[in-house]
């Protein structure tokens, strides 16, 4: 059986290609199918609402999700 078919589980992973900080957002974004402009203005409302919360949710995501081992990362500029 080969990974990623059908009834293959989702799994969330920081995005490697569409990353402003970590990947966090991005990868969430990718994990629910929206543009991750969406994600990013809703993780800035949430981090104002609760007077920082959001940072530290970010710093816990950043920790616990994993990076995207089927993407390759940007690569450099020479």
């Given amino acids: 059986m080969s990974s990623g078919g059908a ?3 989702r799994r ?3 995005s490697r290609l569409d990353r402003k900080m ?3 957002c ?5 994990y629910f199918g929206i543009d991750p402009v969406i994600v990013r203005l809703l ?3 949430v981090t104002i609402v609760s007077m920082g919360a959001g940072i ?3 710093i816990i995501a950043l920790l616990v999700v994993p ?3 089927h993407q390759a990362g940007p690569q450099p500029v020479a």
């Avoid at 991005?26 to 990718?30: M, Q, S, V, Y």
């Fill in 26 to 30: 991005g990868g969430i974004a990718e």
């Fill in 43 to 45: 993780w800035v409302a």
């Fill in 7 to 9: 009834g293959a589980p």
């Fill in 56 to 58: 530290l949710l970010y």
């Fill in 67 to 69: 990076s995207n081992p």
């Fill in 22 to 24: 970590g990947g966090v």
């Fill in 12 to 14: 969330l992973y920081r």
